[in-house]
T-cell receptor
Framework: ETGVTQTPRHLVMGMTNKKSLKCEQH?????MYWYKQSAKKPLELMFV???????ENNSVPSRFSPECPNSSHLFLHLHTLQPEDSALYLC????????????FGQGTRLTVV | RKEVEQDPGPFNVPEGATVAFNCTYS??????FFWYRQDCRKEPKLLMS???SGNEDGRFTAQLNRASQYISLLIRDSKLSDSATYLC??????????FGAGTTVTVRA
């Protein structure tokens, strides 16, 4: 059971496809995040949104496009991905001043073929 | 040099044993520190924040050594349910959070 919900849980897409990942939180947090977790590698912070504004973009390729329409929802739009983008994509939320105390969604396991 | 380094393990221990492991960080200006646990094919979950004076939460004890730039986690009286990967997390500024690759602990009956 989690206060952060991600859909879909699994996604297989071709390199020419366009898809979106969705994240929703009902914890009253004011910040949301996208992370990437590849096998045997540390979590990588991709994007930080606070009060629906992007405050950090850790040099992520433009084929990943985030959208935060309100403080409870976060999307990650995907287009023309590469096989090396296959990974677990995790959404998280927190109070911005307590960024280290985050709640994670269950993740979307993405496979690019 | 990696920002956060952890011994990947695995640490294989019997039930009831004590297990301890460290995490080192490279940025001396780091502000706050955390331990998360991640079960296989699950999301990370916050285990505990690490305070300057050290802190305990039940069977778990976390310590911070700023001079040597490491944090530690000690688990007493290990349970089977403690089997997981433990992630060290360091916050170095307002929007920078760095994760270690994790230390795997396996508790056997």
């Amino acid at each position: 059971e989690t206060g952060v919900t991600q859909t879909p849980r699994h996604l297989v897409m071709g390199m020419t496809n366009k898809k979106s990942l969705k994240c929703e939180q009902h914890l009253g947090h004011n910040a949301m995040y996208w992370y990437k977790q590849s096998a045997k590698k540390p979590l990588e912070l991709m994007f930080v949104y606070s009060l629906e504004e992007r405050v950090e973009n850790n040099s992520v390729p433009s084929r990943f496009s985030p959208e935060c329409p309100n403080s409870s929802h976060l999307f990650l739009h995907l287009h023309t991905l590469q096989p090396e983008d296959s990974a677990l994509y995790l959404c998280a939320s927190s109070h911005l001043d307590r960024m280290g105390e985050a709640f994670f969604g269950q993740g979307t396991r993405l496979t690019v073929v | 040099r990696k920002e956060v380094e952890q011994d990947p393990g695995p640490f294989n221990v019997p039930e009831g044993a004590t297990v301890a492991f460290n995490c080192t960080y490279s940025n001396s200006a780091s502000q706050s520190f955390f331990w998360y646990r991640q079960d296989c094919r699950k999301e990370p979950k916050l285990l505990m924040s690490v305070y300057s004076s050290g802190n305990e939460d039940g069977r778990f004890t976390a310590q911070l050594n700023r001079a040597s730039q490491y944090i530690s986690l000690l688990i007493r009286d290990s349970k089977l349910s403690d089997s997981a990967t433990y992630l060290c997390v360091v916050r170095s500024n307002d929007y920078k959070l760095s994760f270690g690759a994790g230390t795997t602990v396996t508790v056997r009956a």
